[in-house]
């Protein structure tokens, strides 16, 4: 287990690897960046809330990718179709709004919950702010668990 969260870690590069990790894991990719976090603070327990914080701008900016791609891949599609898709599912998040960008967290559903918020043309600020909210709520709680379950110090 140890030689895996130092793998994962990446200890040379710390920060700016927690950040391009989610980044990338809140784009339609499919990869977690849990394991990044957890192995970072693992190897430095003093990195907590830094490794919290780097890694919720770095998903918070790959939701906002998304939204962006959603964004234009609606405005394509609308030249391309001329009529709007009206799915059950597109209806709902028209009627919450932004703040249905609270799910961006969950697994599955929050990176493609960013491009159809985009697609739908919701204001991209407030969505980009609840996106940071539900974000940030996850890596606290899923860090936090994560040390509870293996509280154990990795490392030399």
Known sequence: MQSLLAMLA???YGLGTVFVVALVSAT???LGSEPVVFGLVKLD???FWPA???ATAGNTLGGAISWWMGYGA???YERVRHRRLEARALRWLEHFGPKA???AWLPGVGDPLCAVAGWLKLPFWPCVAYMAVGKFARYVTMTAA???MFPGRFGP
Do not use: A, G, M
Request: negative net charge.
């Open 10 to 12: 990446l200890p040379q």
């Open 28 to 30: 339609l990719l499919p």
């Open 45 to 47: 327990p003093q990195l």
């Open 52 to 54: 919290v914080l780097v």
């Open 74 to 76: 609606e405005t394509l």
């Open 101 to 103: 960008c609270l799910l």
């Open 146 to 148: 994560l040390l509870w």
